[in-house]
């Protein structure tokens, strides 16, 4: 964004006025326009925002009891981007703003300060930021994870009020009143993976439909693409010797993943489980062997991971280089990724500098604040400390504008100041 140098503006019911206007009007009237012009800046530069409330949680739910309302929460944390994205962009919307105020309880918490982390234990948050929806009794009505911006999170709110929608609480009412209907448990099912409940009692009712050719049918499809992993089920055989089949009704993209997710359990399990060098091996064995499109590659990816944590940064940078090449369309989160782990860990100046180029392609694609930061680290650990310099304050300044957390940047430029 270019830096750009603003006249100070008092703008009130469409109407612009700046300084130099006001120093224009006539003497005999300046003092009464200026007051009124600046009461009336006053008033309307306080933007709206929703009012959460920051008491003992005990406080929060009586409340919500007394007034009849839901209670929405906002389970953060400080050093989530999203979250400060949402606070600066989403809360501060008027429309949501009234909305939010008028119909429910609002509450802003920490989750990993105070009541935060048993909050968050309660609910099964995993991801920030999530958006509770809770009821004066405590129950979890509903909820949505990730940023949203204004227009989709006053659709959610409403959504939540609406007494047709299909909320969690109500689908946990219909699930124990006996509704069998396939299209509502596996509606059900997904939800209940989604918020980190137990699909099992509802997976057992569900699972019976889902054989041979049913398992086509969208409601099976769904299911089956969210929860089945391993590769002996009678589902997985089904699905795995008839590829092409799904593929037809949805997609080569999405039938093709899938399969390669499956063949890929092994090394995903030998990667993120400790799993030994044979575990590790074996496992690529499977999806080497399976002749599903896109093996290979998948492979190597997965072969990043795992030498990145053995520690063995010589077979982690020749891979990353190679999964370059075989990348062309690798987009600047990709870049910067790749580019933070040689950071990390390589030391080999040359490898590094590959690593500075794929970075600098990422700012110029995206001169967001995570790659610029990445590109600031590489450029002071290969010894250009001026230009580090120069780049960090850059990551600073974009980090302002996204209102993203900067803290470590801002350390590392202090340091390299007072080097």
């Known amino acids: 964004m270019d830096n750009l140098v603003f006249q100070p503006v008092i703008s009130f019911d469409g109407l612009v006025v700046t300084c130099s206007h006001i120093r224009q009007i006539r003497s005999v009237m300046k003092s009464f326009f200026t007051a009124l012009l600046l009461t009336l800046a006053v008033a309307t530069s306080v933007k709206a925002d929703i009012q959460f409330q920051h008491g003992p949680w005990q406080e929060i739910l009586a409340q919500a009891g007394k007034e009849n309302k839901l209670i929405f929460v906002d389970a953060y944390t400080s050093w989530c981007g999203p ?72 659709e959610l709110g409403k959504n939540v009020l609406d007494p047709n929608f299909a909320s969690l609480a109500k689908m946990k009412k219909q699930f124990a009143a006996g509704e069998t209907d396939r299209k509502f448990l596996s509606t059900y099912i997904l939800a209940l993976k989604e918020v980190g409940e137990s699909t099992e009692e509802a997976l057992n009712k569900f699972r019976p439909g889902m054989t041979d050719a049913a398992l086509l049918e969208e409601e099976n499809w769904v299911v089956f693409n969210a929860l089945f992993n391993k590769l002996d089920s009678e589902q997985a055989k089904y699905f795995l ?78 891979t990353a280089i190679e999964f370059v090449k075989q990348t062309p369309d690798i987009d600047p989160s990709g870049l910067n990724n790749l580019a933070w782990s040689f950071y990390e860990g390589v030391d080999d100046q040359k490898m590094l500098k590959t690593a500075l180029k794929w970075i600098t392609k990422a700012c110029e694609e995206e001169p967001g604040y995570a790659s610029l930061d990445t590109k600031a680290m590489l450029l002071h650990k290969l010894g250009r400390k001026d230009d580090a310099i120069e780049v960090a304050r850059e990551a600073i300044e974009a980090a302002k504008i996204s209102g993203e957390p900067y803290e470590a940047t801002q350390e590392a430029l202090d340091l390299w100041l007072a080097e």
């Open 83 to 154: 979250c400060k994205w949402m606070a600066a962009n989403t809360f501060t919307n008027d429309e949501v703003a009234t909305f939010f105020n008028a119909n429910f309880i609002n509450a802003k918490i920490d989750m990993e300060k105070g009541e935060g982390p048993d909050i968050a234990d309660k609910y099964n948050v995993r991801a920030y930021p999530t958006l509770l929806f809770v009821s004066a009794s405590g129950e979890l009505v509903h909820f949505a994870i990730g940023a949203l911006d204004a227009a989709q999170f006053l």
């Open 241 to 318: 010797g008839h590829l092409s089949d799904f593929a037809k009704i949805y997609g080569d993209d999405q039938v093709y993943y899938k399969a390669l997710n499956m063949y890929s359990n092994g090394m995903i399990k030998a990667i993120y489980t400790g799993g030994t060098q044979e575990d590790y091996d074996a496992g690529k064995k499977i999806l080497l062997n399976s002749g599903v499109k896109g093996a290979a590659y998948r492979a190597l990816s997965y072969d990043l991971e795992w030498f990145k944590r053995q520690g063995d940064w010589d077979n982690y940078s020749k």
